[in-house]
């Protein structure tokens, strides 16, 4: 599976968007692009993925670049229950390829 | 939808005992659920992977006799830290697959397992 590259860290004011980056430059074409987040002493939670198309749902918004080298996650009304670390994650599509392996994500710190 | 628990939450026992942990799937079957295991301030490392009615695949460095797992329905996988010691002290997670189009794994709360 492709490597990822967050930041270690960022900040958002409270009721801002929230934009996160992730770089996965060696992605291949059968790799999707997978968003947890993890709140403290809690278990991941499933955000958005996507493989080449922009995606939105009810949390966020996934936008892929058009060589799928980078994408952002979107969090457009960040609130303090948002501050967590979230990671980015590069899985292949293939039947029997569901590990998934985490980096050491970006830790959003939302700001009142 | 696509809920996953686990029990207990927490658990504290003594060295040499062994502790069973429960992951269940609430509202969907999961041929395939995975045991992560996190230490603090790390990331998550993936322990086994977990197929209903077949052995479990254990990642290299995880010893199969000492984390035993079961799956025994496809709703329900235990993992069993056999004569625990402290260095056994984790935050264990489990998941489940749930089909979403694409296959998409959905995480348990946790268990926070510390042992005296």
């Known amino acids: 599976d492709a490597k990822t590259t967050q930041p270690p860290s960022m900040d958002c004011a409270e009721g801002r968007a929230a934009n996160l980056p992730c770089n996965h430059s060696t992605i291949s074409g059968n790799e999707y692009v997978y968003w947890y987040r993890q709140i403290h002493s809690q278990g991941p939670q499933y955000i958005i993925h996507?493989?080449?198309n922009n995606e939105t749902n009810e949390m966020a918004s996934l936008i892929i670049t058009e060589d799928r080298k980078s994408s952002t996650l979107i969090l457009p009304h960040a609130t303090l229950r948002d501050t967590a670390v979230y990671y980015c994650i590069v899985r292949n599509s293939g039947a029997g390829s569901y590990q998934l392996t985490f980096g050491k994500g970006t830790k959003l710190s939302v700001i009142p | 939808g696509a809920v996953v628990s686990q029990h207990p939450s927490w658990v504290i026992c003594k060295s040499g005992t062994s502790v069973k942990i429960e992951c269940r799937s609430l509202d969907f079957q999961a041929t395939t659920m995975f045991w992560y295991r996190q230490f603090p301030k790390q990331s998550l490392m993936l322990m086994a992977t977990s197929n209903e009615g077949s052995k479990a695949t254990y990642e290299q460095g995880v010893e199969k006799d000492k984390f035993l797992i079961n799956h025994a329905s496809l709703t329900l996988s235990t993992l069993t830290v056999t004569s625990a010691h402290p260095e056994d002290s984790s935050f264990y997670i489990c998941?489940?697959?749930?089909?979403?189009?694409?296959?998409?794994?959905?995480f348990g709360p946790g268990t926070r397992l510390l042992v005296l």
């Open positions: 998941s489940a697959m749930y089909q979403q189009g694409q296959e998409t794994q959905y």
């Open positions: 996507g493989l080449k």
